[in-house]
């Protein structure tokens, strides 16, 4: 059982301002499409800022995305925000595509670079948005939209250097991104580092943190070596050999992730961006342990 300080227990809870967002991926079978619409109308009794869905780098999945984007809006009443990369598009397309989602009244989107296809170095398009602060001043040029972005607690791993993609992020900003959302990550210390660089830098928007949910921990390992984010012994150490052991495995995860947001919570921070991998047990029980549960809210209106 986790019990809570009370010093985290008075930085939970809508009270505190507490906000959170759900990011989904796109469905590419019925199954999979009810699934999702299942995940979303479990995670809504939460009162989500927003869910978003992402998009495949260079045109795969995009068409499954949109539709994703179109099942969850008349599913229930939320904000929907479209993730769209420009990796492997020319201008033109990534217009279009902005002007398809304005048209869809569509009003929030993630604006990212994407990356190429495994294992090879990134180039863009020669026709394209060269990098997502590119993409960030076209999609202002285009229409009034709700603009995130992706920062990195770890640095990113084609950066030059920890302070290039420092600045990278303020360009990112300056070009009318309104926040960050964070690469995942497990030592909270690195997020406190951002927080720090970036106030150096003058950053004001908020750097949300995006937090990943651990459904498969080998899957975790393959992610975090594909995005260049770390994972520490000690998480590696909880894991072992959970692999047959689903039960303890899914207790481990909701433990780890309970861990991580109090700690941030009781730091300051007030909003959540979860990568739920369209699951929504383990989301469902951090957000009451963040004070979110519909129940608490009626007891303290009463
Ligand atoms: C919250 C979140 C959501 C995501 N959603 C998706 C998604 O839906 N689909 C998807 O395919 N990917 C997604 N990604 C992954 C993202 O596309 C990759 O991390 C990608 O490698 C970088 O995208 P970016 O928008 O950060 O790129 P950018 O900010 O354009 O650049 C990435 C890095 O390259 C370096 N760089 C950029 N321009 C220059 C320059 N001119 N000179 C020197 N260095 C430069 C910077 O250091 C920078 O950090 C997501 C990531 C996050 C954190």
Redesign the pocket.
């Known amino acids: 059982m986790t019990i809570l300080s009370d010093r985290a227990w008075r930085s939970t809870g809508r009270d505190a301002g507490i906000k959170v967002s759900f990011?989904f991926?796109p469905p590419t079978t019925e199954k999979a499409v009810s699934n999702l619409v299942n995940t979303a109308n479990d995670l809504a009794q939460f009162d989500p800022d927003f869910v978003?869905?992402?998009?495949?780098?260079?045109g795969t999945g995009n068409d499954c995305?949109f539709d994703a984007i179109q099942t969850l809006r008349k599913s229930g009443d939320m904000n929907v925000a479209a993730?769209?990369?420009c990796?492997g598009a020319t201008k033109r397309q990534s217009d279009q595509k902005i002007r398809e989602y304005a048209a869809a009244g569509i009003r929030h989107i993630?604006?990212?670079?994407?990356?190429a296809p495994s294992g090879q170095p990134?180039a863009p398009h020669p026709g394209g948005y060269?990098?997502?602060?590119?993409?960030v001043a076209g999609i202002r040029k285009i229409g009034d939209f709700d603009i995130?972005?992706?920062?990195?607690p770890e640095?990113?791993?084609?950066?030059?250097s920890r302070a290039?993609?420092i600045?990278?992020?303020k360009?990112?900003l300056d070009a009318g991104a309104n926040r960050a959302?964070?690469?995942?990550f497990f030592d909270n210390e690195s997020y406190f580092k951002l927080l720090d660089d970036t106030q150096a830098a003058g950053i004001e928007a908020p750097i949300v943190p995006?937090i990943l949910l651990i459904h498969d921990f080998n899957r975790v390992r393959s992610f975090a070596q594909a995005?260049g984010a770390s994972v520490p012994a000690w998480l590696e150490a909880r894991f072992e050999g959970l692999e047959n052991d689903p039960e303890t495995h899914q207790m481990m995860a909701v433990s780890v992730a309970v861990e991580q947001v109090l700690e941030l919570a009781a730091e300051g921070c007030d909003n959540f961006?979860f990568?739920t991998l369209n699951k929504s047990g383990i989301a469902s029980t951090v957000c009451r342990t963040l004070g979110l549960s519909p129940a608490l809210e009626n007891r303290s209106a009463a």
Do not use: M, W
Not at 110 to 115: I, M, T
Not at 130 to 135: G, H, I, K, Y
Not at 181 to 184: K, Y
């Open positions: 990011e991926f978003s869905v992402t998009y495949g780098a260079g995305s993730h769209l990369t990796a993630v604006a990212l670079r994407g990356d990134y060269e990098n997502a602060a590119e993409l995130s972005v992706a920062a990195y640095t990113h791993p084609d950066a030059p290039a993609d600045f990278n992020l360009k990112k959302i964070t690469q995942f995006g995005c961006h990568f």
